[in-house]
T-cell receptor, first 118, second 110 residues
Framework: EPEVTQTPSHQVTQMGQEVILRCVPISNHLYFYWYRQILGQKVEFLVSFYNNEISEKSEIFDDQFSVERPDGSNFTLKIRSTKLEDSAMYFC????????????????FGPGTRLTVL | DAKTTQPPSMDCAEGRAANLPCNHSTISGNEYVYWYRQIHSQGPQYIIHGLKNNETNEMASLIITEDRKSSTLILPHATLRDTAVYYCTRYYTGFQKLVFGTGTRLLVSP
């Protein structure tokens, strides 16, 4: 069964450093998402991406964050200058379509990258 | 604002049915109810979704009340591996995000 994959599983970085989290969405999916979950808290939406553009973003997704689909398979989240409060699990998700037919709207999540900022 | 209300925790004996309720009294006509679960800190796992009708798949059944203000996820024969946090979410096809609440922590015991 196709699945979303993410690398690395755990990333440790120093405050102020740039990090890039990588995701490989399910191959026939067109919509991509990033969510995060701070330890003990809710899963929060960050951004959605379609056709090489951001479709929607949350208040959390400020100028320190960026997303990119650098090639036909990868989807990345970059944090330009990490802060202590960026420590969290980051989940990538993908869906076949969005906003049209619910069956194909279903978002499938990857296993996550645990980001630790020291 | 998750706009769904779930009990914080529930217990279930292994082999019995687990019935997890969710209140979504302000749901609009275009919003679907999606259920996910999260085991430890793994990525949320899709379970089932519905709009108006009851739904069943290989994992679970979803019962939606006629007024659509609440729903119940049913795991017919719970196993220890079903121990997880279960999230009832609302999804509006005009937007592209899932809004997660705090969910129900289901503990399945032998």
């Amino acid at each position: 069964e196709p699945e979303v994959t993410q690398t690395p599983s755990h990333q440790v970085t120093q405050m102020g450093q740039e990090v890039i989290l990588r995701c490989v969405p399910i191959s026939n999916h067109l919509y991509f998402y990033w969510y995060r979950q701070i330890l003990g808290q809710k899963v929060e939406f960050l951004v959605s991406f379609y056709n090489n553009e951001i479709s929607e973003k949350s208040e959390i997704f400020d100028d320190q964050f960026s997303v990119e689909r650098p090639d036909g398979s990868n989807f990345t989240l970059k944090i330009r200058s990490t802060k202590l409060e960026d420590s969290a699990m980051y989940f990538c998700a993908s869906s076949e379509v969005s906003g049209r037919v619910a069956e194909r709207d279903t978002q499938y999540f990857g296993p996550g990258t645990r980001l630790t900022v020291l | 604002d998750a706009k769904t209300t779930q009990p914080p925790s529930m217990d279930c004996a292994e082999g019995r049915a687990a019935n997890l309720p969710c209140n979504h009294s302000t749901i609009s006509g275009n919003e679907y109810v999606y259920w996910y679960r999260q085991i430890h800190s793994q990525g949320p796992q899709y379970i089932i979704h519905g709009l108006k009708n009851n739904e069943t798949n290989e994992m679970a059944s979803l019962i939606i009340t006629e007024d659509r203000k609440s729903s119940t996820l049913i795991l017919p024969h719970a196993t220890l591996r079903d121990t997880a946090v279960y999230y009832c979410t609302r999804y509006y096809t005009g937007f592209q995000k899932l809004v997660f609440g705090t969910g129900t922590r289901l503990l399945v015991s032998p």
